[in-house]
C-alpha cells in the first residue's frame, strides 16, 4: 500500500520504452516552463529496449516484459548540486530497506542476499553467488540505480490533494531523474526477487507490490537529504547494508602508485559517496571515485572504468 505524500502519486505507464530516464527527461524538457508535472511524478515501463547504467553501461535485459520493475521518478532539490552525487547512495538504501534479500553494491548496484541459515541452492546469479559477508552470502545482481540532473526552471507542486513536501530553498533547482532498474521475477542468469522467495528468504512480491514499498522507504530519506545529505547516521545505514562488510580487495595498478595490485580494506563512504579503504600494507588511507573506477566481485579487484 502506497503510503507516500507525493512520491508514486502520479504515474505514466508503457508497454515498452527505450528507457524510462528517456521518457522523464523528455516529459521534464518539454515541460520546463509550465512545470506541470508534478513531484514525485512515476514512469513505469514493461520493458527497456536500452535500459540505462552507470556511463556508457546498458541494463540487460531478455526481451521479456513485467519481469523486471523499471521505474523512474521525478524528484528535485534546491541547494547545493553538490549533494546530488551522493543521491545514489540514498536510493540504494532505500531499495535494501524495501527488500531484505537486497543488499548494495557500490555504489550503486543491488544484489540479493542470503542469510546463513537459509538453502541458496536454487538461487540463479553469477560468479558472485559465492561471496560471503557478515550475515550471509550475497548472490547475484539483481538491480541498480542511475540518478541524472537538469536545471530546472522553477519548483514544481505535489500531485493535486497532496501534501506539500519542501525541496529546499536555494535559488537553483535541480529537476532529479531517479531510475531504478530491480529483477522481480526469473530472470536468469541474473539473480531475482523471484528466486530469493523460492528460497524462503522473502515472500513472493509483484512488481506492483516493489514499487510501493520502494516509493514508502524512499520519500522520507529524500526529504531527509535536501536536509542532512549523506551524513554519519545515512552513510553508516548504507555500510550496514551493502556486501562489503571487512572486504580486502586488490585495486589496479592503474590506479595506485605501485606496479602491482594492492590489498586494500574496505571501510566506509565518504559524504561524497567516495569508496574508503586502508592499504593492508601500512594501513594508509585510500579514496575511489565512482566515475574512475568499478568493483569487480567476481575477481575482488577494483579496476579503472574504462571512459
Known amino acids: 500500500m502506497l503510503t507516500t505524500s507525493s512520491l508514486g502519486r502520479a504515474i505514466a505507464t508503457t508497454p515498452v520504452t527505450s528507457s524510462t530516464q528517456d521518457f522523464i527527461s523528455a516529459v521534464t524538457q518539454a515541460d520546463n516552463n509550465t512545470l506541470k508535472v508534478p513531484l514525485g511524478f512515476v514512469a513505469l515501463a514493461d520493458l527497456q529496449t536500452k535500459g540505462r547504467g552507470r ?6 535485459h531478455d526481451n521479456s516484459a513485467n519481469t523486471q520493475l523499471a521505474f523512474t521518478a521525478l524528484w ?33 548496484d543491488l544484489y540479493t542476499h542470503a542469510p546463513p541459515t537459509k538453502d541458496t541452492s536454487s538461487l540463479d546469479g553469477t560468479v558472485a553467488a559465492r561471496i560471503v559477508t557478515s550475515d550471509g552470502v550475497c548472490q547475484g545482481k539483481a538491480g541498480g540505480v542511475l540518478c541524472t540532473a537538469s536545471v530546472a526552471s522553477g519548483k514544481r507542486a505535489s500531485p493535486p490533494g497532496c501534501a506539500h513536501i519542501s525541496v529546499g530553498d536555494a535559488a537553483a533547482v535541480f529537476d532529479v531523474a531517479i531510475g531504478v532498474g530491480i529483477n522481480v521475477m526469473p530472470h536468469p542468469p541474473f539473480a531475482s526477487l523471484s528466486d530469493a522467495a523460492d528460497a524462503g528468504i522473502i515472500k513472493h512480491v509483484s512488481r506492483e507490490e516493489v514499487l510501493a514499498r520502494l516509493c514508502n522507504e524512499l520519500e522520507p530519506l529524500l526529504m531527509r537529504h535536501v536536509v542532512s545529505g549523506f551524513d554519519a547516521e545515512m552513510r553508516s545505514t548504507y555500510t550496514q547494508r551493502w556486501v562489503h562488510d571487512n572486504h580486502v580487495l586488490r585495486v589496479a595498478s592503474s590506479l595506485s602508485s605501485s606496479t602491482q595490485p594492492e590489498e586494500v580494506r574496505l571501510e566506509n563512504v565518504t559524504e561524497s559517496g567516495f569508496l574508503v579503504g586502508r592499504m593492508v600494507r601500512d594501513g594508509s588511507r585510500v579514496e575511489l571515485h565512482p566515475d574512475q573506477c568499478s568493483v569487480d566481485l567476481m575477481e575482488g579487484l577494483v579496476v579503472a572504468k574504462r571512459l
Open 55 to 60: 556511463g556508457n553501461n546498458v541494463w540487460k
Open 76 to 108: 528535485q532539490f534546491a541547494g547545493n548540486a553538490s549533494a546530488l552525487a551522493s543521491l545514489q547512495h540514498v536510493v540504494c538504501v532505500a531499495a535494501a530497506q524495501a527488500s531484505q534479500a537486497l543488499r548494495i553494491k557500490w555504489p550503486n
